[in-house]
């Protein structure tokens, strides 16, 4: 599967990136899943979006930018996680200006307020490039029924967004080994677990996605050695992030050409 993901051909020649936008709760391992994600692609440990199960001693999202991680033909961007106060976490709306490419990166976001047009962090008028090709939302296994109705209804609004956007939508469940003894002994059990299967359940109940758009997969941790069996796990799911996002180039790439031969346009 690395192989394949390596040698992956964009689409369209002139997009540079196919790009990936992983939101959700606080502490759901948005930051530990790009880090792993780029383990695997390198192939020794990798460091660099602030973890610590993404939150910092008082309970608060360490990630405050619209962080960039690349590998390849491949970007991830990192944001500051969802909270249920109205000014707590980042705000819907910001991600929503992120998914239409209005978000330069490195962008900081404010808890109290979303992004006004004047800011020079945004683009006015985002090109292909700048837009997300596919959203993940991230949620922890051992934390489906715990999130807060708050957030699972941001996470809901944004999902509309991404849906009237046409960006395909995937659920990277996350921190399996946590929600069930049977995984966290043997991985390669995963998929025998009636404990995950409930909670692939619970995830699909909450958020109104589908049982086949949701992802379990565990993250490395700073004392992991190169583990194949989560490296599969974690690439499959990377896999049909890649595909569902080539896919969404495709047919935006097909539709303004269509427009650029439409004389009435």
């Given at each position: 599967m690395i192989t394949n993901l390596m040698n992956f051909k964009i689409s369209n020649e002139n997009i540079r990136q196919l790009r990936f936008l992983l939101h959700g709760p606080i502490g759901a391992g948005k930051s530990s899943t790009i880090n792993t994600i780029k383990t695997i692609f390198e192939g020794y440990p990798y460091t660099d979006c602030l973890t610590s199960s993404d939150t910092d001693a008082t309970g608060k999202t360490f990630t405050k930018k619209y962080q960039k991680v690349s590998f390849g033909k491949f970007a991830f961007y990192d944001v500051m996680g969802l909270e249920k106060g109205q000014s707590e976490g980042v705000q819907s709306d910001d991600i929503i200006k992120a998914l239409k490419g209005h978000i330069l990166d490195n962008y900081e976001f404010k808890e109290e307020y979303s992004m006004s047009e004047d800011n020079r962090y945004y683009i006015s008028d985002p090109t292909l490039n700048d837009k997300i090709h596919c959203l993940v939302s991230?949620?922890?296994?051992?934390r489906v029924t715990l999130i807060d109705k708050v957030v699972i209804q941001k996470m809901k609004e944004i999902r509309e967004a991404a849906s009237k956007l046409?960006?395909?939508?995937?659920?990277?469940?996350?921190?399996?080994?946590?929600?069930?003894?049977?995984?966290?002994?043997?991985?390669?059990?995963?998929?025998?677990?009636?404990?995950?299967?409930?909670?692939?359940e619970e995830c699909r109940n909450r958020l109104g996605v589908p049982v086949n758009c949701i992802f379990p997969v565990m993250n490395y941790h700073s004392d992991n050695n190169i583990n194949e069996k989560l490296n599969c796990l974690m690439l499959e799911a990377v896999t049909q992030a890649v595909y569902s996002a080539n896919n969404y180039v495709k047919k935006f790439s097909h539709n303004e050409r269509e427009m650029q031969n439409?004389?009435?346009s």
């Open positions: 991230v949620m922890a296994a051992d046409g960006i395909p939508q995937l659920v990277f469940m996350t921190k399996v080994d946590q929600a069930c003894i049977l995984t966290q002994e043997d991985l390669s059990k995963i998929f025998k677990s009636k404990k995950i299967k409930e909670k692939m439409d004389p009435s």
